[in-house]
């Protein structure tokens, strides 16, 4: 009959009235907090977690690990803590207790992984039934979580492989706009990225026709240079491009190289023709436009006029 808590008492019409539909954000972070709206204005209870106390505006916020979860009344789960070399903090926390909410009719958990478990592929494309293959630790332990998810029996999972995410508060435009901005350029290297309100409309059509066990890509239709991308925004600031840099010479931080030692070309065609998906943000053409447009330019400190020689 689904969890126990999921039906109210009966109406005098004799009526049996559904309780109000509960997500549990297993770390309420920027995509959660764009999902979180959207279900509030349905008229959800939406839950998340934060390891630090933080207000987030109509969500009952946890500080976790620390404060007591429980899953009582939790009708859908959305976890995005990422893994370490220790496992999943999830799983290794709360795996009993998801199990049993799974026993008892939980109706959706959504997963937020990404598109690092297919690995390096050279820059040739890869899609939901290619192979996971990865080639870097993130990858190695968020392909690790995703079968112990998929161990855990009845639960209702749906596993979504992220592409890099943009959106307002993370495009390139205050690095620009500081002057700090470089492009820097490896041969041959691409990146598939998403829009974050593109990440959002993907979780409400799976909320909204679940299909547990299902796997998506969550990426545009561009993969691109990033040079191309960071070129492209000075273009829209009215900036100077900035010089290009080449990756040998860059003295990238060991994390920023690993970046770059994964090059493939991520398709989103299943969640097009499974979650009838249209993009907002086809390219990042049009994601930092909008992005651009959401933006508190004013808050931005223009790189200083140089000196007159």
């Known amino acids: 009959m689904g969890l126990e808590t999921s039906l109210a008492p009966l109406r005098p019409s004799g009526q049996i009235v559904p ?165 820097i350029v490896k041969p041959g290297q691409v990146f598939s990225r998403i829009h974050v309100d593109d990440i959002v409309q993907a979780l409400l059509a799976s909320i909204d026709a679940p299909n547990p066990g299902g796997i998506y890509n969550l990426c545009d239709d561009d993969p691109a240079p990033p040079q191309d991308v960071l070129g492209y925004a000075a273009e829209l ?15 990238m931080t060991p994390m920023a190289r690993s970046f770059y030692g994964e090059n493939k070309r991520v398709r989103n065609q299943r969640i097009k023709d499974a979650l009838g998906v249209q993009l907002l943000y086809p390219s990042y053409r049009e994601g930092l436009c909008a992005v651009l447009a959401a933006e508190d330019m004013e808050r931005f400190v223009p790189p200083a006029e140089p000196p007159a020689l």
């Open 19 to 183: 309780m109000q539909k509960t997500l549990l954000c297993l770390g309420c972070g920027y995509t959660a907090r764009r999902l979180a709206p959207q279900l509030l204005a349905r008229g959800w209870r939406v839950i998340g977690t934060a390891r630090e106390p933080v207000a987030v505006p109509g969500v009952e916020m946890i500080t976790w690990p620390g404060d007591e979860i429980s899953l009582a009344g939790v009708t859908h789960i959305l976890s995005s803590i990422g893994p370490n070399a220790s496992g999943d903090p999830v799983l290794a926390a709360l795996q009993e207790e998801v199990a049993a909410a799974a026993a008892a009719g939980l109706e959706w958990f959504g997963y937020l992984s990404t598109t690092a478990v297919y690995g390096d592929r050279g820059g040739d494309w890869v899609d939901e039934t290619t192979p996971v293959a990865p080639t870097s630790e993130r990858g190695t332990w968020r392909t690790l979580a995703e079968q112990q998810w998929q161990q855990i029996p009845g639960l209702p999972l749906h596993i979504f492989r992220l592409a890099g995410i943009y959106g307002p508060g993370r495009g390139p435009f205050a690095k620009l706009m500081a002057g700090k901005a470089r492009r």
């Open 237 to 251: 600031l009215g900036l100077p491009v900035p010089a290009e840099v080449p990756f040998d010479e860059a003295g």
